[in-house]
């Protein structure tokens, strides 16, 4: 059953919590949580916990975020995690398809409807590379776990980001996440053209990594 109170709280504490947050797309999100704003939350996809495991984990490393842990963990009951299906099993891996889940909120199937706006959590357990990809949709991740590593383009050199550090990806930008011993867990949009496909691009390094994690 839906809780309307408890989507609208969490909706709240997101956009608090990035009203505190500077760099490139973050008004973009909380434009496209303006719009949604006076939806009613209608009924979603069956509550269902994250097939990887890790939330508990995660939850507790958050740090500096009080209030929208409280309004994850309200809405927690009511929430129907999945799986992104879309990537070739022979080009992502055998492990991101069962270390990833994620739920969306706004848009697509979430809580609130959107127009070409999704906003949700994204959820990876530890020791997972998510492989170089790329997709049409300008997007914002916001973990709320850290630190995980980041680089952008295939092959190219890692940077460490703390909890709480925004990421933008512009559209078509090659981008990849290094999850190593604590839970990713984090914000995530996409802006416009989310019905776009994510593209895995090939790196040479991926078992390399894969068989040090």
């Not at 009613?40 to 939850?59: I, Q, V, Y």
């Not at 709320?144 to 709480?164: D, I, K, N, Q, V």
């Not at 019905?195 to 990594?209: C, F, K, M, Q």
């Amino acid at each position: 059953m839906c809780h309307p109170e408890a989507v609208t709280r969490l909706i709240a504490e997101i956009d608090t919590y990035l009203a505190r947050r500077d760099g490139p797309g973050i008004k973009d999100v909380r434009d496209g949580i303006a719009r949604s704003a006076g939806e009613a939350a209608r009924r979603t996809a069956k509550a269902a916990p994250p097939s990887c495991g890790h939330l508990d984990e995660a939850l507790l490393a958050m740090a500096g975020a009080d209030a929208l842990r409280g309004a994850i963990e309200d809405i927690r009951p009511q929430l129907g995690w999945v799986t992104y299906d879309a990537y070739p099993r022979a080009k992502i891996g055998e492990r991101f398809p069962r270390a990833h889940a994620f739920v969306t909120l706004i848009g697509g199937a979430g809580f609130i409807p959107a127009e070409d706006f999704a906003l949700g959590l994204f959820l990876i357990a530890p020791g997972t590379l998510y492989r170089d990809h790329f997709h049409p949709a300008p997007e914002l991740y916001v973990p709320l776990t850290g630190p995980h590593e980041w680089r952008f383009g295939a092959g190219e050199s890692w940077r460490e980001y703390p909890a709480h550090a925004a990421i933008w990806n512009e559209p078509m930008q090659v981008h990849a996440t290094l999850v190593r011993r604590q839970p990713f867990l984090a914000l995530y949009a996409w802006t416009k053209d989310v019905e776009g496909v994510s593209v895995v691009a090939a790196a040479p390094d991926w078992a390399e990594i894969e068989a040090r994690l």
